[in-house]
């Protein structure tokens, strides 16, 4: 079949298998492009399918030749259906890391239940016997916890109502918009969904096991973002639950005392998403940073940001942090140059003048590109079959 996208509000109903297969070939010669670092061996990446997660499978890889074993929620094609495209990207990334003789296993399921843990840890006793750096990437809207609740998380600013504009993506209008503030409840399930209670129950199912090395690092990623999202990001109901994966981080190392581990948040760059596309304000943030940051040749993607991290702030000497204990790979997109062009041009963007102050078309590259369509070098008239299957799956 022909593979088309289908998009439908803020997510794309269809990948493509080709498409995301290129997708990581190309970060993959991204990362071998720069050579090998010295870095971990034996690797478990939480959320590996997609976004910052495959990043840090791909560079840990194929960057310090790490064996990997990851964990995804996606699906398999079903019919004339295709399967989403972290089945697609992990499908990929197993077979490139074949040719290279690395080892890559892929668990598929949901990553919150105690059910999968018991699986990983299964698997690391079997294949690895211990893991030297544990990955925390998981950004879902809905987490059921231990208690046997489901708690979703929401995008809301806290105490009262907000009013900004945004960009209306299907129409490429500026359009206003106006949130309303979260409840007590909602914040609350929100740090539960978004927080960092998963994460540590990870790393002590893992501890608990034995199966966490000497000297075991741990990452998970978060966002702070400039003044201008901070109503419905970092000061909104997410940024109370980016504070709990903080405070988690150092309780985390505290409890890795034993194997004298660490636990450290990296606070990454605005990039394009399936989840920043439904955040009110931030879209609009980010056709004017991309547009800014291309300009001044310091632009960066996911692999990009993840190659960087690991080998200038995470895996060196002594890790790079900022005076909260955290690893920043956002320090290029707050420069004092690009924010304070950002704090010119926003009050003053418009319907009339976006394509010119804003990246538009990078806007929609990026997102079409999730979903493995409009990447250079595809044929996209081929007839295919959506039917790819995971080597290890």
């Known amino acids: 079949m022909v593979i088309e996208p289908k998009v439908r509000g803020f997510i794309c109903t269809t990948a493509h298998p080709a498409g995301c297969a290129q997708n990581v070939k190309n970060q993959i010669a991204f990362v071998k492009g720069k050579g090998n670092f010295q870095g971990p061996k034996k690797v478990l990446v939480l959320g590996a399918s997609t976004g910052y997660g495959l990043s840090s499978r791909i560079a840990a890889a194929f960057g310090a030749g790490a064996a990997t074993i990851g964990v995804g929620f996606e699906k398999p094609a079903s019919g004339s259906r295709t399967a989403s495209a972290g089945w697609y990207n992990t499908a990929a990334f197993e077979q490139e890391a074949a040719k290279e003789g690395l080892y890559a296993k892929t668990l598929i399921g949901d990553a919150f239940s105690q059910e999968m843990k018991d699986k990983v840890i299964d ?6 016997g211990k893991v030297d750096f544990v990955v925390y990437s998981i950004a879902a809207p809905r987490r059921t916890a231990p208690d046997g609740n489901t708690y979703s998380s929401v995008l809301k600013p806290i105490g009262k109502a907000y009013t ?3 960009i209306d993506l299907k ?3 500026v359009v206003p918009i106006t949130a ?3 409840s007590e409840q909602e914040i609350h399930d929100t740090i539960k969904v978004m927080g960092g209670e998963d994460w540590m129950l990870w790393m002590d199912a893992l501890a608990r096991a034995e199966v966490l090395e000497e000297n075991v690092k741990t990452v998970a990623y978060s966002y702070i973002g400039p003044e201008v999202t901070y109503p419905l990001y970092r000061s909104g109901s997410i940024g109370m639950a980016k504070e709990d994966l903080e ?10 005392s034993g194997v004298r581990g660490s636990a450290f948040v990296s606070v990454n ?7 920043s596309a439904a955040i009110p304000v931030v879209p609009l943030y980010i056709t004017l940073l991309f547009k800014l940051m291309k300009e001044r040749g310091i632009h960066e993607d996911c692999i990009a940001q993840m190659d960087r991290l690991f080998r200038e702030k995470l895996f060196v000497d002594s890790p790079v942090l ?3 204990g955290r690893l920043r790979v956002d320090d290029w997109e707050l420069r004092a140059e690009v924010q304070d062009e950002i704090k010119k041009r926003w009050p003053i963007v418009c319907t009339e003048n976006l394509e ?22 595809v044929d996209y008239a081929e007839d295919l079959s959506p039917d790819i299957s995971i080597p290890s799956v």
Do not use: M
């Not at 405070?247 to 890795?256: G, N, P, S």
């Not at 760059?269 to 989840?275: C, D, G, P």
């Open 322 to 324: 900022d005076e909260e």
């Open 171 to 173: 129409t490429r209008s």
């Open 123 to 128: 698997l690391i006793r079997k294949d690895l």
């Open 356 to 377: 010119e102050l804003a990246d538009l078309q990078g806007y929609w590259k990026d997102f079409y590109n999730l979903f493995g369509f409009e990447v250079d070098g």
């Open 164 to 166: 900004d504009k945004t």
């Open 180 to 182: 309303q503030p979260a």
């Open 247 to 256: 405070a988690t981080a150092k309780r985390i190392t505290r409890q890795l």
């Open 269 to 275: 760059k605005a990039l394009v998403t399936q989840s």
